[in-house]
């Protein structure tokens, strides 16, 4: 048996999210080496980290008898972090942005051979940043709220792990009165969970990969919605 605890984001959680989106965002594709996926995941977890100001997991303890003397230990199994207009940066943001420095570091050295491929990961950035400026252009979608990570483990997927993480988000847009959020994805990732959750795809456009193990062609995706008026909170699985 086992218990699921949604909790603020703590700096102990990092090697599991890490664990997450090595997965989740194929890292280990564009950092084709062990020694480079680490600094790769790290970039990308600090990344997120620096452009947010709510951070939560879900980490799993198993349930230990009233004999155990050891702590059970926690596991974390999902993440979603969010960025809300005039709220504070998290408190991990000075600690994330010297782990970035880091690890880019080690990046543009170890990773020289992988450069090309590395390299590619940025494209998806660009395509963003296009995306963003197809919908300002067109009008009518709010970018202020986003929701910038949203990842699960796949031995948990499909068991409300990620349906609570955003449920809670909800909840913490309408207790602060916010109204719309937006968020990007890819067809390399579960985006039919935006659409199971009401939200529209606003922009999308196409990137070309020349990556081993993955698609030549790739869409990247802008979602919006609208922050439920009543929120409920899922129940937890165990």
């Not at 102990?12 to 594709?29: W, Y």
């Not at 564009?30 to 990344?47: I, K």
């Not at 009518?140 to 792990?161: F, K, M, N, S, Y």
């Not at 994805?185 to 659409?195: G, N, R, V």
Request: glycine letters at 6%; one cysteine or more.
């Amino acid at each position: 048996m086992f218990t699921i605890t949604y909790r603020p984001y703590e700096p102990r959680d990092a090697e599991g999210v890490m664990a997450i989106v090595l997965d989740a965002f194929h890292i280990r594709s564009y950092a084709p080496r062990p020694y480079l996926e680490r600094s790769a995941a790290e970039v990308f977890l600090s990344e997120r980290l620096l452009t947010s100001t709510y951070a939560q997991v879900a980490v799993v303890t198993d349930d230990r008898s009233e004999d155990d003397a050891e702590p059970a230990a926690e596991r974390v199994v999902g993440v979603l972090m969010g960025r809300v207009e005039d709220e504070p940066p998290l408190p991990a943001r000075p600690l994330a942005h010297a782990h970035k420095l880091a690890a880019m570091a080690w990046l543009a050295t170890a990773g020289m051979p992988q450069w090309d491929t590395l390299t590619q990961a940025l494209g998806f950035d660009y395509r963003r940043a296009e995306l963003r400026q197809d919908v300002l252009l067109g009008g009518g979608v709010a970018l202020t709220d986003e929701i910038t990570l949203l990842a699960v483990h796949p031995a948990w997927r499909g068991r409300g792990v990620g349906t609570r993480l955003y449920d809670d988000f909800m909840e913490h847009l309408h207790a602060h009165g916010r109204k719309d959020f937006f968020l990007y994805t890819d067809s390399l990732c579960a985006y039919e969970f935006c659409e199971r959750r009401g939200l529209v795809r606003a922009a999308s456009r196409e990137l070309r990969l020349d990556v081993p193990e993955l698609p030549e062609r790739v869409g990247v995706y802008l979602y919006a919605g609208e922050v439920p008026t009543t929120t409920t909170t899922s129940a937890a699985a165990h």
